[in-house]
């Protein structure tokens, strides 16, 4: 039988305790028992979690009390042998049900506990035989585990407390890079504004309002040096979070740390007014609306090659069309390609260039027609805004009506005496302050949208005006930069109107299994109908049979491209050879487009009506 040996157990929960005397003095108490009782404290059978938590039980999960736990349960530690804590507390600090099962699995094999604060050793045998050691131990683990509730609970009321005074003191010093607290303000009431780093965030919003993207802003910060708040350089990450951020319109989200989750969460209302207000609400929530519909992504290039960049598809595959440029003495042309097509898989490859359908569209927004395409769009946003305002009213009702209770049991807290009572109270105030969390993210989320929404519901006239000002602004004498800039606000504007390009370079194609399906229709109505429905039938058979194989003969000639609006409307804008340009056609181009190349099918594209 292995020899009895003796094990030391050291734990504490803050990082900053190793630099104290806890470690010491657990190790100095596991030696002088050891020294004391003739046993020898092998380093080898010391397990430490060092700035682990007991209270949510991880050591007991991943940290080093598991290996220890794993290691009895395997009988890697002999019968007899002893374990030494400085206090039940170092074990866990969980449930006193979930404790006491740590507990009991280890001296269920024989292992004896010790707390090296009192004394007491704690065997299977001798808490079986004392009720009172028992009853003495799970009292321990009761304590443990109330002592951080009761912590928590006063870190809660303290945060209320600072919450409910916010407009006279502020929460913390922590504070945007462009503000200070005034250290000389006895009331901890003042931010003292720092102009030089305001011009500078003032500037990067001002670019992103302009239309210009996260990599192109980064970029640009970076070349001229400019200084970056807490890093050498500027991130495209930080120019996403500044931007991102109430803190520029005033508004203050306070928040407390969950361990559990090892993260931040969201307490209590967003108070407004907390900060300096140093952007206007208009330009705040314009880049909102851009970020959100896709116009700020973060790997984006800075060259805008093509103004409908990922909204265009082949309306016969549904894939992407892609830019292939090709260059001769002249010029530099572009064209859109579908990308199916260009990597040899399904679709046939008919390019088509990419500037003639950006002119043909931008042609197209000086008609008045297009006015009558968005203006539809109004009345559908204002439906939703409508909803959205309710949603968020109703949640707001019900913030109020957890406030109230709060306060109710914020105020009974003091007065109850009985533990148990005391702690189904704490419990029920706990709940009540999550939930008030989820409902204000929702109601956070809710006000998002509405915001978002609200900028993107300007009136029809104004969008397309807003388009047609940047074509006119153009100029052939722009350098590379004021280009890129110009291509790239003008792609922001298009974006809010339109939602996908489908391109169709050879117009409508039938295959010959569509042929050959359309034929069989025909037969199998013809074959029962008589008189004068067969008649027609035949006529109709032989003139749909002639346009489907004449379809075939397709060529660019036959080119156009349907514009599909934010708002469900749709245009086709069709090429006409006898006038050499594009124009708008209500009529309808097919109501289903089947197409295979190489004996593959392609997946059908349906055309939604005018």
């Known amino acids: 039988m292995e020899k009895p040996v003796c094990i030391s157990y050291i734990r504490f929960s803050s990082s900053s305790q190793a630099d104290g005397a806890s470690y010491d003095r657990q190790l100095d108490a596991a030696q002088e028992y050891a020294n004391k009782h003739g046993m020898v404290l092998d380093s080898k059978y010391r397990y430490e979690d060092l700035g682990v938590s007991a209270y949510t ?5 991943s940290g080093h009390l598991r290996t220890f736990l794993d290691c009895v349960e395997r009988g890697d530690i002999p019968s007899g042998s002893v374990l030494l804590i400085e206090h039940i507390d170092r074990l866990s600090r969980e449930n006193p049900v979930d404790a006491f099962e ?12 010790v707390t090296l604060m009192d004394g007491v050793e704690y065997t299977k045998d001798s808490l079986a035989a004392d009720f009172g050691k028992l009853l003495f131990m799970m009292f321990s683990m009761h304590k443990a585990h109330s002592e951080i509730n009761d912590r928590k609970s006063r870190i809660l009321n303290g945060f209320a407390k600072k919450r409910a005074n916010l407009q006279n003191k502020k929460f913390t010093a922590n504070c945007p890079t462009w503000l200070r607290l005034d250290k000389d303000d006895p009331n901890r009431n003042t931010f003292i504004i720092l102009p030089e780093r305001i011009e500078i965030v003032k500037r990067i919003f001002q670019m992103s309002y302009d239309g210009m993207g996260i990599k192109a802003i980064t970029r640009v910060l970076n070349q001229e040096k400019v200084p970056a708040p807490r890093n050498p350089n500027w991130y495209q990450s930080s120019i996403r979070k500044l931007l991102s951020s109430r803190s520029v319109i005033g508004d203050f989200q306070p928040h407390i740390y969950e361990p559990a989750t090892k993260k931040y969460l969201p307490e209590g209302d967003v108070v407004h007014g907390y ?15 851009r970020i959100s519909n896709g116009s700020h992504v973060a790997g984006r290039k800075a060259k805008v090659e093509n103004l409908f960049s990922g909204r265009t598809l082949c309306g016969y595959c549904g894939a992407r069309m892609d830019i292939i440029t090709k260059h001769n003495k002249r010029e530099i042309t572009r064209y859109l390609v579908c990308d199916h097509a260009r990597r040899g898989v399904q679709c046939s490859y008919i390019s088509i260039k990419c500037n003639e359908v950006e002119r043909a569209f931008l042609t197209y927004c000086k008609e008045p027609d297009i006015l009558n395409v968005l203006r539809r769009e109004k009345d559908a946003d204002q439906s939703k805004l409508e909803k959205l305002t309710k949603q ?15 306060a ?6 003091p007065t109850i005496a009985d533990q148990l009572e005391l702690g189904f109270f704490r419990k029920r105030l706990s709940a009540l302050l999550h939930k008030q969390a989820e409902i204000q993210k929702l109601i956070d989320d809710y006000q998002r949208e509405i915001n978002d929404l609200t900028a993107s519901m300007r009136e029809a006239s104004t969008k397309v005006d807003d388009i047609l000002a940047l074509v006119d602004q153009y100029d052939e004498s722009m350098s590379e930069e004021e280009r890129i800039l110009h291509r790239t606000r ?13 391109v169709y370079p050879r117009g409508n194609i039938a295959s010959d299994e569509q042929i050959e399906e359309a034929r069989n229709r025909f037969e199998a109505e013809i074959s029962t109908s008589e008189g004068n429905k067969r008649e027609m039938l035949i006529f109709e058979r032989d003139h749909v049979i002639d346009q489907m194989i004449n379809s075939q003969q397709n060529t660019k000639d036959n080119r156009y491209f349907t514009v599909l609006f934010n708002n469900g409307n749709s245009r086709h804008i069709k090429y006409s050879k006898d006038k050499g340009a594009y124009k708008v056609t209500f009529e309808r181009i097919g109501d289903r487009l089947d197409w295979s190349m190489g004996g593959k099918d392609m997946p059908s594209i349906i055309l939604d009506a005018d």
Do not use: W
């Open 392 to 406: 968020a009213t109703a949640k707001q009702g019900e913030m109020l009506d957890l406030g109230r209770q709060i």
């Open 490 to 502: 003008l792609q922001n504007e298009i974006r809010q109107i339109v939602k996908q390009v489908r």
């Open 275 to 289: 900060f300096p207000q140093i952007i206007d609400n208009d330009m705040f929530y314009a880049v909102q609306a």
């Open 57 to 61: 039980g991880k050591h007991a999960k």
């Open 102 to 113: 740590i507990f009991n699995s280890i001296v269920k094999k024989d292992i004896k506990i």
């Open 408 to 413: 109710l049991l914020e105020n009974e807290l």
